[in-house]
T-cell receptor, first 113, second 113 residues
Framework: GAGVSQSPSNKVTEKGKDVELRCDPI?????LYWYRQRLGQGLEFLIY????????KSGLPSDRFSAERTGESVSTLTIQRTQQEDSAVYLC???????????FGAGTRLSVL | DAKTTQPNSMESNEEEPVHLPCNHS???????IHWYRQLPSQGPEYVIH???SNVNNRMASLAIAEDRKSSTLILHRATLRDAAVYYC??????????????FGKGTLLTVNP
């Protein structure tokens, strides 16, 4: 069946521009997580959705980062006024409930010039 | 957050068994031990998990020490496709149904032909 889909797979932007990253989770998965992976590092948690609510936003690095989820499905991570330090791979994962196995997408590689 | 410690890297030869160690001395009674792996340019992929008893699945085996302070992921016959970064993670309840994963740097497994 279809896995977690993320788009775009690659995004190159100029410093100061806004970007939107999209995640299509596996159908029926109520929990959705966003992570960030800097080059050569492990994944850092950003935000957790249960349904359309985000009870844990503790990993968002600044107020330039925001995310929403609609229809208990698609989620969008928005980064405003991008900075070079935002360059990373942004990964989305979904699971049937929070405690189940997380299924990851292939990520969006963001490069801020 | 409960932490895990893994070697930075390990090498193996094709078709030989591989034992990937993980220390988690601060594990609590309800923390599950999860292993994920990340192949180059892909998102992490679930491998196996356990609580107290050893576990086997089609991908690997998980051996958990009696005191639960360490565990070992066993790949019975390494193939070139097993070359990846392997992450040992304690799945902790972070409130409600939030089970965000805390990734370290993992172990980079190299498989020699």
């Amino acid at each position: 069946g279809a896995g977690v889909s993320q788009s775009p797979s690659n995004k190159v932007t100029e410093k100061g521009k806004d970007v939107e990253l999209r995640c299509d989770p596996i159908s029926g998965h109520t929990a959705l997580y966003w992570y960030r992976q800097r080059l050569g590092q492990g994944l850092e948690f950003l935000i957790y959705f249960q349904g359309n609510s985000a009870p844990d936003k503790s990993g968002l690095p600044s107020d330039r980062f925001s995310a929403e989820r609609t229809g208990e499905s698609v989620s969008t991570l928005t980064i405003q006024r991008t900075q070079q330090e935002d360059s990373a791979v942004y990964l989305c994962a979904s699971s049937m409930s929070g405690k189940n196995i997380q299924y990851f997408g292939a990520g969006t590689r963001l490069s801020v010039l | 957050d409960a932490k895990t410690t893994q070697p930075n890297s390990m090498e193996s030869n094709e078709e030989e068994p591989v034992h990937l160690p993980c220390n988690h001395s601060t594990i609590s009674g309800t923390d599950y031990i999860h292993w994920y792996r990340q192949l180059p340019s892909q998102g992490p992929e679930y491998v196996i998990h356990g609580l107290t008893s050893n576990v086997n699945n089609r991908m690997a085996s998980l051996a958990i020490a009696e005191d639960r302070k360490s565990s070992t992921l066993i790949l019975h016959r390494a193939t070139l496709r097993d070359a990846a970064v392997y992450y040992c993670i304690l799945r902790v309840n972070s409130g409600g149904s939030n089970y965000k994963l805390t990734f370290g740097k993992g172990t980079l497994l190299t498989v020699n032909p």
